[in-house]
């Protein structure tokens, strides 16, 4: 099916094609059905999960395991060694090369993740600056003060400054970064450019409880399966906890633990209580998007059956969601 409607409108990016985005919180299924679908809808997985990227943290990210990844080919899922930062333009542009091989390829692409920032660059085609950090001028701006740089966004970037919350410095000192270096408002360079795809966005969700219980249960499933080894390794390698891939759920209160900070056992405590927080914090970020995404509860019956229901239905043009 995905073959025909590729065949029939042409090929390259500038073709529409079938993308299927899965999204939900940590923990709530999103592998397992993901696997499950792109089994029966000869899909492959495209990871937007911003914790997959790095190589040799496996376990403490649950990444699908190389049997998992042996049966169904996944995309954008250890790319980069832990020091390295990939960003969110680099992922957009990495994600929709993978979206246009698999379409070539006459399979379906299945977008898969948590990160909900990650998952809207690419369904929504954000606009993204490429504009590298520029420490001199951080600092510089830094120094201003958070009511000082609030008037000077008003000033430069009346629109940019109505959307961002004045306190959070750090997104302030960006928005201006990119304006002085452009030359351009930060909020022209974000006008948004949606991709030429067909989308259908399916949402997995659990009651929240039962949620939490499959966190907890995953945290210590992680620890059993050696979590701390993997952590301990990367330690004695020598990489920063500043660093973007160990600032991570998990990592950091690990990285922690090593540091004579907090025993194990509070660490283990410690990681259960943030991924909660996590968890809720997902959720409400999916939720901004209620009237795009078509939800299920996980924790129904026969859910599996349809969710693969809906998604034939859609590639058949008989619904739209």
């Known amino acids: 099916m995905v073959g025909k409607r590729r065949k029939a409108r042409g090929e390259g990016r500038g073709a529409r094609g079938a993308l299927v985005v899965i999204v939900g919180q940590t923990a709530v299924g999103k592998t397992s059905l993901s696997l499950q679908l792109a089994a029966e809808l000869n899909g492959e997985i495209i990871s937007a999960d911003s914790r997959l990227f790095y190589r040799g943290l496996d376990i403490g990210t649950a990444k699908p395991t190389t049997a998992e990844r042996a049966l169904i080919r996944h995309h954008l899922i250890d790319i980069c060694e832990p020091d390295e930062i990939v960003t969110l333009a680099e992922y957009q542009r990495l994600a ?21 920032q990650y998952v809207k660059a690419v369904v929504e085609g954000w606009g993204i600056p490429k504009v590298p950090p520029q420490p001199r001028l951080r600092r510089a701006l830094a120094r201003l003060g958070s009511e000082e740089l609030a008037r000077w966004l008003s000033e430069l970037d009346p629109e940019a400054a109505g959307k961002i919350d004045p306190r959070n410095v750090r997104r ?110 997902q959720a409400t970020w999916f939720r901004q998007d209620d009237p795009r995404i078509h939800w299920f509860d996980l924790g129904e019956e026969g859910v599996e059956t349809a969710v693969l229901t809906t998604i034939r239905a859609w590639l058949k043009n008989e619904s739209k969601i």
Do not use: W
């Open 96 to 116: 929709y090369a993978a979206i246009d091989e698999v379409l070539a390829q006459d399979r379906l692409p299945i977008l898969v993740g948590g990160t909900g």
């Open 172 to 281: 302030v000192i960006r928005a201006l970064e990119v304006t002085l270096v452009r030359g351009r408002p930060i909020s022209e360079l974000q006008r948004k450019n949606p991709p030429p795809y067909d989308i259908c966005m399916i949402g997995l969700t659990r009651d929240r409880e039962l949620l939490y219980d499959r966190i907890d249960n995953r945290v210590e499933a992680m620890m059993q399966s050696g979590f701390g080894g993997e952590m301990e390794r990367l330690y004695q390698a020598g990489y920063s906890r500043q660093l973007p891939a160990l600032s991570g759920l998990g990592y950091r209160q690990l990285y922690a633990y090593f540091d004579g900070e907090m025993s194990l056992e509070e660490a283990v405590d410690r990681i259960k209580f943030e991924t909660h927080r996590f968890a809720r914090q």
